[in-house]
């Protein structure tokens, strides 16, 4: 019954690395979401999408990119890992504007990847 | 002053006891309302959705949403255990092109 998956559930990775989160969702959602989870400061948007090949920056996009080249597939992209961005990143879907009065505000989200950059 | 506020807790109650968790807001154009409930290492899950101002309740969840005083509230009856997690409160502009603004989150812990 799994509709969001993150394929990486824990990821250590070293400085420097370039560093991939991958993101699936079977509900044929158009709406999909990036964003990472800290102690104290909640929950923060990355980037996010409203369709294939379509980005939108988030609150905190330094750092990161995304790409959408299927509309299942939601990735997440650390160009060059820093010890800063070592948190939870969650993933999102949601159905798109204009589905009802909830589709676009109801996110389904994945499990989690922790990633821990040394 | 912060577009969210909510009390990260935890917070620590008896099994059987009546919870309330509250967020308050600053933005006056929030209009969808919600409550997800996150269990450790795990990602949130939706609890409760409401719309303008109001009640709204599903078996032992109660959301409430008073956009006058700009305040919105869960209450859970009769506690569990199981209930433990933290609890999310997002809200957001409109059903369109506009995502969704958090709070921190509450930790709420049921004791047997």
């Known amino acids: 019954d799994v509709k969001v998956t993150q394929s990486s559930r824990y990821l250590v990775k070293r400085t420097g690395e370039k560093v991939f989160l991958e993101c699936v969702q079977d509900m044929d959602h158009e709406n999909m979401f990036w964003y990472r989870q800290d102690p104290g400061l909640g929950l923060r948007l990355i980037y996010f999408?409203?369709?294939?090949?379509?980005?939108e920056k988030g609150d905190i996009p330094e750092g990161y990119s995304v790409s959408r080249e299927k509309k299942e597939r939601f990735s997440l992209i650390l160009e060059s890992a820093s010890t800063n961005q070592t948190s939870m990143y969650l993933c999102a879907s949601s159905l798109p504007s204009g589905t009802g009065s909830s589709g676009a505000n109801v996110l389904t989200f994945g499990a989690g990847s922790r990633l821990t950059v040394l | 002053q912060k577009e969210v506020e909510q009390d990260p807790g935890p917070l620590s109650v008896p099994e059987g006891a009546i919870v309330s968790l509250n967020c308050t807001y600053s933005?006056?154009?929030?209009?969808?309302f919600m409550w997800y409930r996150q269990y450790s290492r795990k990602g949130p899950e939706l609890l409760m959705y409401t719309y303008s101002s109001g009640n709204k309740e599903d078996g032992r969840f109660t959301a409430q949403v008073d956009k006058s005083s700009k305040y919105i509230s869960l209450f859970i009856r009769d506690s569990q255990p199981s209930d433990s997690a933290t609890y999310l409160c997002a809200m957001t502009l409109n059903s369109g092109y506009s995502t969704l603004t958090f709070g921190k989150g509450t930790m709420l812990l049921v004791s047997p």
């Open positions: 999408s409203y369709d294939v090949k379509m980005k």
């Open positions: 933005n006056s154009a929030f209009q969808y």
